[in-house]
């Protein structure tokens, strides 16, 4: 069952039944029916589609982020955000999608050859809750453009953002068989990916979740990308501005209630500024991220999507205090309500287990570095390796720094975020593959080679 709950207030809004085996099976049928045609306009043609649901995300962008608030408590004015980057995602493919796709001569030893760039069919993509447009954008846009079709899974807790983005695309001329939602359950994902007219799958979500697919897809072998957790390291080296270095990573980490695969997780401090550092963060934590409505452009932090989730976080927090970690600040549930208190904590040690987990919520885990090198030691001390960021003055040291971290995108003097030209993706159990920029429509085409003669 798909259904909205308002995590502002816990009360149930919608319900949605789950698609059927049938209605599973016949929306298989119409994207795979509908690639041949979708792939034969000209990839002008299939870009001006894009660039008018860029328009269209545009003029619904108060809708889009009213959605967001009522199903996963994101806070208005972050919606209305995330719909900016979604449109700055349709536009660039579509102004972009021409050259990207153009063939790549080769000139060989002993004649010449071309690479052509095409799609490879019909689509799956299981989409998470934590940014129920933005997410879809950066797997959609690029492959729409590119030729392919999508049956399009979102997750049980975004019926109304799955239904408004279907109705966005096809206003905006996507033809109602290339872009087709499902509200398939979890349990009917394999059926979907064992279905030879499915070519690839592309899921955001937990590393639970990406190694079933993962071990379903491969099992037929099927294309995969993978956007799996995230625990990235934020390394502060030195700063002349400490309150602005303070409230900037703090910012970084309450980003959607610190619901954010590539929030930075673990702020690693130099020895030296450790301590202010923490009592500041505590203060600034404590002040100024104060619970209240995700609809009021005035909240600073609001519910988590979910009581399930907020209980997660909650008793994630409980354990490393339990374990000995240090609790400085927050950590509190309150009801009614997905509500959790803004958190900060310290001297968390391999030995417990928020030194390794993702904690997907309002959390702050401060370490304190002897060096520089023990710094990247810290940082690269994890399973994980999608995003990090370094904070620094010099910008040599912050680069020799970031060459040494063991993960997909590294920022220096910023945190996470995003952008539609910038390559996005991680390593080791951060997933597969890239979205976004040039690499984000390359993950599921057919790049042909063409001997000429």
Same mark, same amino acid.
């Given at each position: 069952?798909?259904?909205?709950?308002?995590?502002?207030?816990?009360?149930?809004?919608?319900?949605?039944?789950?698609?059927?085996?049938?209605?599973?099976?016949?929306?298989?049928?119409?994207?795979?029916?509908?690639?041949?045609?979708?792939?034969?306009?000209?990839?002008?043609?299939?870009?001006?589609?894009?660039?008018?649901?860029?328009?269209?995300?545009?003029?619904?962008?108060?809708?889009?982020?009213?959605?967001?608030?009522?199903?996963?408590?994101?806070?208005?004015?972050?919606?209305?955000?995330?719909?900016?980057?979604?449109?700055?995602?349709?536009?660039?493919?579509?102004?972009?999608?021409?050259?990207?796709?153009?063939?790549?001569?080769?000139?060989?030893?002993?004649?010449?050859?071309?690479?052509?760039?095409?799609?490879?069919?019909?689509?799956?993509?299981?989409?998470?809750?934590?940014?129920?447009?933005?997410?879809?954008?950066?797997?959609?846009?690029?492959?729409?453009?590119?030729?392919?079709?999508?049956?399009?899974?979102?997750?049980?807790?975004?019926?109304?953002?799955?239904?408004?983005?279907?109705?966005?695309?096809?206003?905006?001329?996507?033809?109602?068989?290339?872009?087709?939602?499902?509200?398939?359950?979890?349990?009917?994902?394999?059926?979907?990916? &064992? +279905? !030879?007219?499915?070519?690839?799958?592309? %899921?955001?979500?937990?590393?639970? @979740?990406?190694?079933?697919? *993962?071990?379903? $897809?491969?099992?037929?072998?099927?294309?995969?990308?993978?956007?799996?957790?995230?625990?990235?390291?934020?390394?502060?080296?030195?700063?002349?501005?400490?309150?602005?270095?303070?409230?900037?990573?703090?910012?970084?980490?309450?980003?959607?209630?610190?619901?954010?695969?590539?929030?930075?997780?673990?702020?690693?401090?130099?020895?030296?500024?450790?301590?202010?550092?923490?009592?500041?963060?505590?203060?600034?934590?404590?002040?100024?991220?104060?619970?209240?409505?995700? &609809? +009021? !452009?005035?909240?600073?932090?609001?519910? %988590?999507?979910?009581?399930?989730? @907020?209980?997660?976080?909650? *008793?994630?927090? $409980?354990?490393?205090?339990?374990?000995?970690?240090?609790?400085?600040?927050?950590?509190?549930?309150?009801?009614?309500?997905?509500?959790?208190?803004?958190?900060?904590?310290?001297?968390?040690?391999?030995?417990?287990?928020?030194?390794?987990?993702?904690?997907?919520?309002?959390?702050?885990?401060?370490?304190?570095?002897?060096?520089?090198?023990?710094?990247?030691?810290?940082?690269?001390?994890?399973?994980?390796?999608?995003?990090?960021?370094?904070?620094?003055?010099?910008?040599?040291?912050?680069?020799?720094?970031?060459?040494?971290?063991?993960?997909?995108?590294?920022?220096?003097?910023?945190?996470?975020?995003?952008?539609?030209?910038?390559?996005?993706?991680?390593?080791?159990?951060?997933?597969?593959?890239?979205?976004?920029?040039?690499?984000?429509?390359?993950?599921?085409?057919?790049?042909?080679?063409?001997?000429?003669?």
């Amino acid at each position: 069952m798909y259904s909205v709950t308002d995590p502002a207030r816990g009360v149930l809004v919608e319900e949605v039944a789950n698609s059927t085996e049938e209605e599973v099976r016949a929306a298989i049928g119409r994207v795979a029916g509908a690639y041949p045609g979708w792939r034969g306009r000209s990839v002008g043609e299939r870009a001006a589609v894009v660039a008018r649901a860029a328009e269209l995300f545009a003029e619904r962008a108060d809708e889009l982020a009213a959605i967001m608030t009522l199903e996963m408590g994101k806070r208005v004015n972050e919606g209305r955000g995330e719909v900016g980057i979604v449109v700055d995602i349709f536009r660039y493919y579509a102004e972009h999608g021409t050259a990207l796709l153009a063939d790549e001569p080769i000139d060989l030893r002993d004649g010449k050859a071309v690479i052509t760039k095409g799609p490879i069919g019909a689509l799956l993509g299981i989409m998470p809750w934590n940014f129920p447009c933005y997410q879809v954008a950066r797997f959609v846009a690029p492959n729409l453009v590119l030729g392919n079709t999508i049956l399009l899974k979102h997750a049980s807790i975004c019926p109304r953002s799955a239904r408004a983005i279907e109705e966005i695309l096809h206003a905006a001329g996507v033809p109602d068989d290339v872009y087709v939602n499902t509200y398939a359950s979890s349990r009917q994902i394999p059926a979907i990916l &064992a +279905d !030879p007219r499915i070519a690839g799958v592309s %899921l955001t979500g937990s590393e639970q @979740a990406g190694i079933s697919v *993962a071990a379903e $897809a491969g099992k037929n072998l099927k294309k995969t990308v993978l956007e799996l957790g995230g625990s990235d390291p934020l390394i502060v080296l030195d700063t002349d501005d400490l309150d602005e270095t303070v409230n900037a990573t703090a910012t970084a980490r309450m980003r959607n209630c610190g619901q954010s695969c590539n929030a930075p997780k673990r702020m690693i401090v130099l020895a030296g500024l450790y301590d202010e550092y923490v009592d500041r963060l505590t203060k600034r934590v404590t002040e100024y991220y104060v619970p209240g409505d995700p &609809a +009021d !452009p005035a909240t600073k932090l609001p519910p %988590l999507a979910s009581a399930a989730a @907020a209980d997660e976080v909650a *008793a994630q927090v $409980a354990k490393a205090v339990d374990q000995g970690a240090t609790l400085r600040a927050g950590g509190h549930r309150i009801t009614p309500g997905a509500y959790l208190e803004a958190t900060v904590l310290t001297d968390v040690t391999p030995a417990m287990d928020a030194y390794y987990e993702e904690i997907f919520g309002p959390v702050v885990i401060v370490f304190k570095a002897t060096d520089e090198d023990h710094a990247v030691e810290l940082a690269n001390d994890t399973p994980f390796g999608l995003g990090a960021s370094v904070w620094g003055t010099d910008p040599d040291r912050n680069r020799r720094v970031a060459d040494r971290i063991d993960a997909g995108m590294v920022y220096l003097n910023r945190a996470g975020g995003s952008q539609a030209d910038l390559p996005f993706g991680g390593i080791k159990r951060s997933g597969l593959g890239r979205e976004l920029g040039p690499a984000g429509i390359e993950e599921f085409m057919n790049k042909k080679s063409i001997r000429l003669g």
